[in-house]
Structures are given as C-alpha cells and as structure tokens.
C-alpha cells in the first residue's frame, strides 16, 4: 500500500487527499519509505524527513478544518540549488559546506505556500555546471534505468537527483533549474517529464546563481499534466527578481483540455545531425507522425545559426558563473581554508572549496571577459545570441511549436566522459538554443532505446506561451504512454 502512494502522481495524490483515501502523513511516509529504499541511487543529499513528517500533521489538520490549499499535503523535492530556509542548501559543492539559508527561494516558498510539504533536497551537479551529476561533492547519482547488475548508468544533468527521484517513483514531483539545458537532458536520460518555462515566468530569487541571464527553475514530473500543475504554482512576478516577468500566470491546468487541431508544428533541418543514432532520429520520426494524427500541420522550418549555439552558450555560461562565483571567498558563506593573509584565505578556500569543471568554467569565463578577449568572444557570443534568437523569432512566424530530439544519445555509463569536456558539452546540443533564446522547452518521454533505455523528444514554444507548448506536449504523451523503469516493480 505504501509503495503505492509514493508511485501517484501529483494530480492523483491531490484528487486521494481530497477524496479521504489517503493522509498527507501517509503519502509523505510512503515518499521517506521509497527514498530510503531507493538510497543506492544516492539522489537525496539532505534528509528532511522529520520536517516533512511534521508538515504533514500539519496538512492534515488544515484538511479537517476545510482550510486544504490546492497542493496540501503533495510530497515535493527541490534540488540542492534552492535556498530552504533552516535546510542545508550547497548546490552539491563543498565550497557551501555548512551554509543553512535563512531565507527561502521565492519558487520553494510558492509551493509550500500552496500546501505542499518538502521532501528531499535532491542531488546535482557542482553548481549545476555538468550533463551528468558527476561533478557533485555528493558523489554521483545512479540512474534507475540502469541494468539491475550491470554498470551504473548516469541520470543526466545537472538536475540529476531530481529527475532520479521522479523516476524511481520516490516522490511525485522535483524542482529543477536548466540553464543549458538541466531539466530537460536528465528528463530524458530517466523517462520522465522536465519542463523549462519561458526566461522570466519564474523568479530566479533565492536560487543559487549559475548564469544569471539563462537560469529558469522548472518541474519534473511523471505527466505533462503535473508539470502543468507545479507550474501554475511557482509562476508569476516576483519584486525581489529584477528579470521576472510582471504577466498573469494562465490557467495552465485548464489548458490541457484543449485540442490542437491545426496546431502548426516546426521541425528544424539544422537540428539533422548525421552522427544522431537511428533511435533517436527514428523517435523524431514517429513524433512527426503522432502529431500528425492528432491532426497537426507539420513544417519544416529552418534555424540557421544552429551550429554556432553551443560555442556561444559555453561564452555566456562560464562568463556568468565566474562573475556569480566571485562571491565565494570563505569569508561570508560556506567553507573557509585559513590563511595568514585575506589574499591566501580567498585562494585556499576557492581552490579547497570549487571542483574540477568549476575551476575550468571559472578560468574560461575569466579568459573570455578579460581585456583584449572580451570582443573576440564574450561579445561575439553575445551577437550570436541574438542571431539565434532571431532564428526562433522568425520561424514562430509559421509555426506554434518546434519539435526537437532532447538529447542526441540516452543515458551512458558512468565515468564515460569525464575525461572529456567536450563530449560532455556536447549532451546540450540539442537544449541551448531555446535556453540563448529564453524561450519555454519541455522534455517529454517518448520510447526507448534499443538498449531499453528512455529517450525524450522536445519541445520548442514562444516565450510566454507554455499553454500551446503544454497542450503539444499532451500530444506526444498520449500517443507514446509513459514510462517507469524496470527496476520500480510495475
Ligand atoms: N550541461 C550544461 C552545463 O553544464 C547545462 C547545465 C544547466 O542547465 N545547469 O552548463
């Protein structure tokens, strides 16, 4: 009874509460139980289980006086790079060793505003910078597809715990934060949804900042209806973040129910890779085909500054993160290593404190905003930014959404490409370009390899625009099913 709880998900364990067939202290006993049993897959890096116990006779309570929020009671868990008040948060890096927020992130605050109850920090990779949770102080995270006795598999990054801990069926939903591409790619690598809202529909206040121009926090969820659901509850303006995006938040729940004929769908030429593995391209196929009979218009569209998206993003992204990381200095958060001097301080802590793909990003950000480089890079990616955007801007002209392979292989093994950056860079091929733009993505499951593994197809909409992009999305997911790994027992 109790695994069962935990496999619901967000709208089925709302509609369960409501009805009386459950407790929140039963569902978030059911969350504990199925993460314990889950700990192998090392997805949760702090326990906040007496918490979420003692939420949860709290939320019982709020039901039996009539007072239930629309999210009373529904388990969620957050990735380590929100700030939870009174809960360590250290973005899986060592150089936040002992930092317990006393504020918490506007997006966290939404939710538990709304009733739900937090249940797990998940893991991630070192400040969210890597496509494969293996950067985490933490250690890595164990994708549940992986072969019960063969080698581990990685989960996708940097939202790895959170997207491992949906798919395993241990919680109902996780928050994420893609910059480049960190809630769809590990969407796709464990078979479950990740959805990216439009630059601006969430506030970024109290996340730990990564690239500040790129960063969005966004659900991950076992259906499109439950992204949808999350969503509708951390949206909306926020005073406290500059970039947030003073607009109504739509009846994104509601919206679902529309349908899509005539609903006109763009495929991009460029993204044809000819090194894409036949899996994917022929998934990319059958999406073609699915939208098709839901009676869809298909259309080729073209996206020309494609190539140039990845060298660009990997500018942006490293000059951000070692303006954003300065901060860390030992002397006001986190780790400090001594020295006789404040100069020898700052040096040991962040040389103590930051990982091997920090360091990297910090010195190519360093390198790319220096005199005499900045034009031949940082603002040459900058340009390049708004050539790519202007390819999306263009072609929403003809179309309401794009439809796009996630990933261009599904989850590989462990240590696979840790000795090299570039293979690793290259999982964002797919998932950059809308994160230059700003504009909404979601990774939805849609079959699997021939390896048995999931591979996710996305999807592209117009900024602002998550209801034609959720309403697409229920397309795919109708037509493909979805999908739970074979080691959750059906
Ligand atoms: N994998 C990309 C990177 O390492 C994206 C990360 C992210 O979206 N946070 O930068």
Not at 213 to 242: C, K, M, W, Y
Request: proline residues 6%.
């Amino acid at each position: 009874m109790s695994s069962d709880l935990a496999r619901l998900g967000v709208a089925e364990a709302a509609d369960g509460l409501a009805a009386g067939d459950c407790s929140a202290v039963e569902l978030v006993e059911a969350c504990i139980a199925a993460q314990e049993a889950a700990r192998d897959l090392n997805v949760v890096v702090a326990d906040t289980a007496e918490r979420a116990r003692a939420a949860a006779v709290h939320a019982d309570q709020r039901r039996r006086r009539n007072e239930a929020r629309p999210l009373e009671g529904i388990p969620v868990a957050v990735k380590d790079i929100f700030c939870t008040e009174g809960v360590a948060t250290t973005a899986c890096s060592r150089i936040l060793d002992g930092f317990v927020p006393e504020y918490e992130s506007t997006v966290s605050a939404r939710l538990w505003e709304a009733g739900a109850i937090l249940v797990g920090k998940t893991n991630m990779d070192e400040f969210a910078m890597g496509s494969s949770n293996e950067t985490s102080r933490c250690g890595p995270v164990r994708n549940p597809w992986s072969p019960v006795d063969g080698p581990s598999l990685v989960p996708g990054g940097s939202s790895g715990g959170s997207a491992a801990v949906v798919a395993a069926s241990a919680v109902p939903a996780a928050l994420g934060t893609d910059t480049g591409g960190s809630i769809r790619q590990p969407a796709s690598f464990c078979g479950v949804v990740g959805l990216k809202p439009t630059y601006g529909r969430c506030s970024r206040w109290g996340i730990i900042a990564f690239a500040s121009s790129l960063d969005q926090a966004g659900p991950l969820t076992r259906s499109v209806a439950d992204a949808a659901l999350i969503l509708e509850h951390i949206a909306g303006f926020d005073p406290r973040d500059s970039t947030s995006a003073d607009l109504a938040v739509p009846d994104l729940h509601a919206a679902l129910q529309g349908n899509v004929k005539g609903l006109r769908v763009g495929v991009p030429s460029e993204y044809r890779l000819d090194s894409l593995p036949s899996s994917i391209s022929d998934l990319w196929e059958q999406g073609i085909v699915w939208f098709r009979d839901a009676g869809a218009e298909l259309r080729e569209v073209s996206l020309p500054h494609t190539r140039y998206a990845l060298p660009a993003y990997y500018i942006v992204a490293p000059a951000e993160a070692s303006a954003n990381l300065a901060r860390y200095d030992g002397v006001r958060f986190g780790a400090r290593s001594m020295g006789t001097d404040p100069d020898e301080l700052y040096t040991r802590t962040r040389r103590d404190g930051f990982g091997e793909e920090v360091r990297r990003r910090i010195m190519i950000g360093g390198y790319v905003l220096s005199e005499g480089y900045y034009d031949a890079y940082y603002l040459r990616a900058q340009q390049v930014r708004t050539r790519i955007a202007e390819d999306f801007r263009q072609a929403f002209q003809d179309v309401d959404v794009l439809l796009t392979p996630t990933t261009p292989s599904s989850a590989f093994p462990e240590g696979d490409k840790t000795d090299d950056p570039l293979a690793m860079y290259v999982n964002d091929i797919f998932t950059v370009p809308a994160s230059l733009a700003g504009l909404p993505a979601i990774s939805v499951p849609a079959g699997l390899d021939e390896a048995g593994l999931p591979l996710g197809l996305q999807l592209v909409g117009r900024a602002f625009d998550e209801v034609t992009l959720l309403q697409a999305a229920t397309i795919l997911e109708d037509a493909a099913g979805t999908f739970r790994p074979p080691t959750v027992a059906a």
